[in-house]
């Protein structure tokens, strides 16, 4: 078998089997051997109870590991009969594929997987759910199915029920400004869950960019993005409460960013004849409820952050002089030395601080990915005043901030595609 | 006569349903007769079947075609005389053929001499055959068959001004089987038949001939009691004439009327005979496998009768509400195809005139366990008419020729019964048995050469079934196996090619022959048993360790 052959003899074999398929449900069990008989139990109800006629198949990219692979690959007759529906019986087989890619996998391949399998099942729709999120339903499987099985849409993007401190990145960062630049207001394009249709698939999997390391950190968006950007349909759909625990603005961050903005620059430098002409952004329709806000109490350590943001400035000093403008630089350094008390790090400094990354990011000024973990601190510094500000804000009075966040970004477009066209010279 | 003296001649029969009013008219008044059926069995024996189903020939008002019987020993004048039916059996008995009548037990006509005296006043000797009620409020629950036309179960009779409970049509009276002496007429009736010959009795109705306060009247164990006495007498006195239940229920509660072997002979398998259509349909093989995972095993003596279509419509009470609608949107989306809860077409339309869906079914049919069943007019593709009211679209004049109304009837077209099916596709001109038998490659020689290799193998009537598992849910695939006879029987369920590989490990070293062509495949191996099949194909494989 020649190196470059993505799917395997046996995969193959198993897909000649399956034939054409009306829905496909992929998802990697990498890691994931303890939540996948749940995920699997979820989607088999909802083929049960929502798609008794269609023809279905599970596409599971697992790492062969036995315990994973032999949940999934249990055929119908076991697992599906514990999981029957009182009443509602599925008329057809109910198909499971395994596609075992060897260790280290990615969401990259692991997707690359799922569209080939697509493809050639010529499945009408798709999703990709985690087999980790304990959010994950036979509603919310049907949700992201639904719009593209029967309105025809070609991108679900997920809605979630969420604390009002969980993500701040999307909050403040992802979603207005994907929102800004590609005109389109889709509130999730970073989640592991979402569904498109087979010509979405089609049209990602013969793209050639899956050897970059933007796709395979975070697919997602970038099928999103790719979507919002060939006039695909999209929309978003409620999927119910995100169980993603709160996360701590520590190290991990770091690694987070290079996977989201990472791909979000990626995205910008491969899509920019799109968004340079894209003028304003749009509502997307949307299935369920609205995007919904809790208000529990969070444990996030504000000192902490505060601190982190300082020092992290202050040691990043040289390389932020090579990636902001000065006058943004310079603006930073005055409120980095502002009492805590007293500092405050508003939108439109935010903004341009954000459209000086994209831009010295497209310039390739410094290397890329050192670029984007100089983000690191300015991001620490951004949640600090969010939180700071919005500590008794009610959730209607925070999705006021965030809208008028997103009119910010729309607003210092110009600016950023002014420093894009501008010619620059790097520094060897 | 050159029937064979075997006492389980049902097993291993291919039966072919007709009414004698649609087959052929030897008179030319516009309606079928049993002279002009006795003409035509030298074509029914060239098709390969071995045994007749007739409907209801008896006199009858005809208000539920022939279910109605007002006189239980005759022939209705319009089907000819008794001497006609007399000769008619001679002639099939010649030629191998056995036939099987009708009988409604559980009612008769309102115009039956029996109730006609039940009526004319409640102290009249008869009164006690047929069950009645000072009101309607007995047997509460017990549901309504014909739920298009009935209200009720009970209908108020103006005559004795009293309610009769009627599990039908309100003109057919329930017989009071509690009464002694109803059990001994009927089993006089049976008796008047198989003096003159007949084969056997399709029995129809039996689920409900006793009913009991708080209960549904259904598979009630007085019923069964009843069954046993009749098949008891039966074998005593006419050993090899045969039982046939119609009872629409689940094959869990069909099994019931099997007994120990000591009620019926034989069943109708109901549920089979949707889900043959929804798995061709769905292109998977699972609706069939589920129902015959849910058949119960039956006594050696036993048989399950199956079929595709029949005189009534496709019934649709034996699947799920969710395989209904499946069902009504795939094969019914006009309405008008409807009726109770079932579907009014025949074969062929149904199949949107598919040969190859056609064949397949078919080949399902002759291949599965059980005794199969041909409606007339199937084995050459009949259209229906949707627009004649009731069932009578499935039952129209059978057609012989391209002639005046195609064959089946001198008289002016406008004196039919029926009118015969006329539009371009399904049309006498285009669809008729005498140019089928012209054409090499008609359905008709098709059917013949499947009747014929499937007639060649006890395997098919009396063999055990055990299902391939492959991967290809598209590809239904069984092994009948029955003393040294080994058959291997493969089907692309889809409408296009398809691969599948068999595990046939245990039969290493067998030889599969091709049973239509005698063309030899390669040896079973300890590999996977690769076959490639085109749409809708099928295969039956005749194994031998050579």
């Known amino acids: 078998m020649a190196e470059d052959v993505l799917l395997s003899d046996d995969l193959l074999s198993q897909l000649m089997s399956v034939g054409e398929v009306d829905l496909l449900v992929g998802m990697s069990s990498h890691s994931a051997a303890n939540t996948v008989r749940q995920a699997l139990d979820a989607i088999e109800a909802s083929f049960q109870r929502n798609f008794v006629r269609q023809r279905v198949v599970i596409v599971n990219v697992g790492g062969g590991d036995k315990d994973e692979d032999g949940v999934v690959a249990q055929g119908p007759g076991n697992l599906a009969e514990k999981v029957r529906l009182p009443g509602i019986t599925s008329l057809r087989t109910s198909h499971r594929v395994t596609a075992n890619v060897s260790s280290p996998s990615s969401p990259g391949i692991a997707l690359r997987t799922i569209l080939a399998a697509a493809d050639l099942l010529r499945a009408r729709a798709c999703a990709v759910v985690s087999p980790a999120a304990s959010n994950l339903t036979p509603d919310s499987v049907a949700n992201l199915l639904r719009p593209i099985y029967r309105e025809k849409f070609d991108f679900v993007a997920p809605l979630y029920s969420r604390n009002k401190y969980q993500g701040l990145l999307a909050r403040n960062l992802l979603y207005p400004m994907s929102r800004a630049l590609f005109g389109c207001g889709i509130r999730e394009l970073f989640s592991d869950e979402w569904g498109f249709s087979g010509r979405l698939a089609a049209l990602c999997l013969n793209q050639d960019v899956w050897h970059e390391e933007a796709i395979q950190a975070r697919p997602e968006a970038w099928m999103g993005i790719s979507a919002i950007s060939s006039d695909f349909r999209c929309c978003q759909a409620f999927l119910g409460e995100k169980s993603q625990a709160t996360k701590g603005l520590g190290t991990d961050i770091v690694e987070v960013l290079r996977q989201t903005v990472g791909t979000l620059f990626w995205c910008l430098e491969a899509r920019q004849s799109w968004w340079l002409d894209c003028e304003r952004s749009q509502p997307v329709p949307t299935f369920g409820p609205a995007h919904e806000l809790t208000s529990d109490p969070t444990d996030l350590d504000r000192p902490r952050i505060f601190d982190m943001f300082r020092s992290g400035v202050t040691e990043l000093e040289p390389i932020l002089s090579s990636i902001l403008d000065p006058e943004t630089h310079s603006e930073i350094k005055s409120i980095v030395s502002l009492e805590e008390g007293k500092f405050r790090f508003k939108s439109d400094l935010w903004v341009r601080t954000l459209y000086d990354f994209a831009a010295s990011y497209h310039h390739a000024v410094i290397n890329r990915d050192h670029l984007v973990q100089a983000l690191a601190p300015l991001y620490r510094g951004m949640t600090y005043s969010f939180l700071v500000e919005h500590s008794d804000s009610s959730t209607a009075e925070m999705e006021a901030a965030s809208e008028m966040l997103c009119g910010e970004f729309e607003l210092q477009k110009p600016y950023l595609m002014e420093r894009w066209k501008a010619k620059v010279e790097v520094k060897s | ?546």
């Open chain 2, 1 to 546: 006569m050159r029937l064979q003296k075997d006492n389980l001649w049902y097993k291993d029969a291919v039966i072919y349903q007709l009414h004698v009013r649609t087959f052929c008219d030897s008179n030319a008044d516009g309606i079928g007769d049993f002279a002009g059926l006795t003409q035509r069995l030298d074509y029914l024996e060239e098709l390969g079947i071995t045994a007749i189903w007739l409907l209801p020939f008896y006199p009858s008002p005809l208000r539920d075609d022939g279910y109605d019987i007002a006189d239980y020993t005759s022939v209705h004048a319009s089907y000819g005389s008794l001497e006609d039916f007399k000769t008619f059996l001679a002639e099939a008995h010649r030629r191998g053929l056995r036939i099987i009548i009708e009988l409604v037990l559980n009612h008769t006509s309102d115009q039956h001499p029996w109730f006609k005296e039940a009526r004319s006043s409640r102290e009249n000797p008869r009164r006690d055959w047929y069950v009645w009620s000072e009101t309607d409020t007995g047997y509460q629950g017990v549901p309504i068959v014909f739920v298009d036309t009935e209200t009720s179960n009970w209908a108020w009779d103006p005559i004795s001004k009293s309610y009769y409970w009627h599990r039908f049509f309100s003109h057919q009276p329930d017989l009071n089987f509690d009464n002694p002496a109803v059990f001994e007429a009927v089993w006089d009736v049976m008796k008047f038949w198989l003096n003159l010959g007949v084969d056997g009795f399709r029995l129809d109705a039996v689920a409900y001939l006793v009913e009991r306060e708080g209960t549904l009247c259904e598979n009630l164990p007085e019923t069964h009691a009843i069954i046993r006495e009749l098949r008891k007498r039966l074998d005593l006195a006419y050993p090899g004439a045969m039982l046939l239940a119609e009872a629409n229920q689940w094959p869990s509660d069909v099994r019931a009327y099997f007994g120990d072997g000591d009620e019926f002979h034989a069943a109708f398998h109901f549920p089979l005979m949707p889900r043959m259509f929804m798995a061709v349909k769905l292109e998977d093989r699972k609706p069939i496998i589920e129902i015959l995972d849910q058949t119960p095993e039956i006594p050696d003596s036993c048989q399950w009768f199956i079929f595709l279509r029949n005189h009534d419509e496709l019934t649709l009470e034996m699947v799920t509400d969710v395989e209904r609608d499946y069902m009504y949107d795939e094969y019914a989306i006009d309405k008008t195809m409807r009726i109770n809860r079932g579907i009014r077409r025949r074969l062929a339309p149904m199949m949107d005139n598919d040969r190859r869906r056609i064949e397949l079914l078919n080949g399902l049919l002759m291949s599965m366990p059980g005794t199969p069943i041909v409606y007339y007019g199937d084995e050459i593709g009949m259209g229906d008419n949707i627009y004649l009211g009731d069932r009578n679209g499935v039952r129209t004049p059978m057609q012989w020729n391209s002639a005046l109304n195609a064959g089946f009837s001198w008289a002016d077209p406008e004196r039919l019964y029926a009118p015969v099916i006329s539009n371009a596709v399904y049309g006498y001109q285009a669809v008729n048995a005498d140019s089928q038998k012209r054409s090499e490659h008609s359905l008709l020689r098709w059917m013949r050469s499947l009747l014929q290799v499937r007639n060649a193998f006890q395997v098919f009537s009396r063999g055990t079934i055990q299902f391939f598992n492959p991967s290809n849910h598209r590809v239904l695939a069984y092994m009948r196996q029955f003393g040294e006879e080994t058959v291997l029987v493969v089907n692309n369920l889809s409408s296009s090619a398809q691969a599948v590989e068999l595990d046939v490990q245990r039969y290493k070293g067998y030889i599969p022959i091709e049973m239509f062509g005698r063309n030899l495949f390669p040896r079973f191996g300890n590999s996977p048993y690769l076959l490639t099949l085109g749409p809708y194909q099928f295969y039956w494989f005749q194994l031998r360790r050579i």
